[in-house]
């Protein structure tokens, strides 16, 4: 493996570690306060493009497996994001 995919391996993998902590934390919480949908879109962009750039440059390597990885955990995040601003709603309406 080469010093640069290394480095982006790295990089990939220390961002994928937060999002299962965020996760968690929407889980937990049952409330959409505090999260911003339009930051978790940009940052779902940002894992779309780099997936897009890893195919029409045919450099897969170990660093694209994460991107999917947390492409998928965003997503997740944002589901959540949806179930709990109806929670919320649910909530202001009793």
Not at 25 to 45: H, M, Y
Not at 76 to 94: A, P, V
Request: charged residues 20%; glycine residues 6%.
């Amino acid at each position: 493996m080469s010093f640069p995919i290394l480095c982006e391996t790295i990089m990939i993998i220390c961002f994928g570690l937060s999002w299962p902590a965020n996760i968690m934390k929407s889980i937990r919480s049952r409330t959409a306060k505090g999260k911003s949908l339009p930051f978790l879109c940009l940052i779902e962009v940002g894992y779309i493009f780099g997936i897009i750039g890893k195919i029409i440059t045919n450099t897969w390597n170990l660093a694209t497996i994460f991107y999917f990885i947390n492409f998928f955990m965003v997503l997740t995040d944002i589901m959540l994001y949806f179930r709990n601003s109806r929670l919320d709603r649910e909530r202001e309406g009793k």
